[in-house]
T-cell receptor, first 112, second 116 residues
């Protein structure tokens, strides 16, 4: 079945770039998403990319998609302490593509 | 835009009580809402999908008589945990989406449920 994999932890220094990686299995995925979750809160949509795109940039965020390798990454430029959170990638699946399957989440720790 | 409000944010109650959680889309009409459960340090697990005006579709292994879902309007869905027990303690999160399935899901802030 569908599966989404992420590394569990990433630690960076403030001001550095962070790169969070994700792999997925469903080659028919049309949209892939990045969500941010802060402690005790819900999920905040950061960005998403359509499968016919290779790259999408939105301010400090850059999403790269390699469909051949089924690999998605999120780069955060000039990482700040406020970026510390758990980041989930998700792909659409199910009849009509209405459901989301999430990775395990990557805990990003930003050290001053 | 695309704000989803979830209420209450935290509830503590005794075993055997039924608890209702509300999920509202504040500035858009949500034809589809989703209910998830999240255990500590884990990912989100989809429990059910609800479409306005029709019965919810539950994921395999989720008891529909235990977790009652109602989606009576385009801006409100409710999840009722009936006769809750300590094993039902968890973080419950809803999301909402407009009709077109190519639109993203927007999430509420979650409800922490603690059953004593």
């Amino acid at each position: 079945g569908e599966d989404v994999e992420q590394s569990l932890f990433l630690s960076v220094r403030e001001g550095d770039s962070s790169v969070i990686n994700c792999t997925y299995t469903d080659s028919s995925s049309t949209y892939l998403y990045w969500y941010k979750q802060e402690p005790g809160a819900g999920l905040q949509l950061l960005t998403y990319i359509f499968s016919n795109m290779d790259m999408k940039q939105d301010q400090r965020l850059t999403v790269l998609l390699n469909k051949k390798d089924k690999h998605l990454s999120l780069r955060i430029a000039d990482t700040q302490t406020g970026d510390s959170a758990i980041y989930f990638c998700a792909e659409k699946y199910g009849p009509g593509g209405g459901k989301l399957i999430f990775g395990q989440g990557t805990e990003l720790s930003v050290k001053p | 835009g695309a704000v989803v409000s979830q209420h209450p944010s935290w509830v503590i109650c005794k075993s055997g009580t039924s608890v209702k959680i509300e999920c509202r889309s504040l500035d858009f009409q949500a034809t589809t809402m989703f209910w998830y459960r999240q255990f500590p340090k884990q990912s989100l697990m989809l429990m059910a999908t609800s479409n306005e005006g029709s019965k919810a579709t539950y994921e395999q292994g989720v008891e529909k008589d235990k977790f009652l879902i109602n989606h009576a309007s385009l801006t409100l869905s409710t999840l009722t945990v009936t006769s809750a027990h300590p094993e039902d303690s968890s973080f419950y999160i809803c999301s909402a989406r407009v009709r077109q399935s190519n639109q993203p899901q927007h999430f509420g802030d979650g409800t922490r449920l603690s059953i004593l």
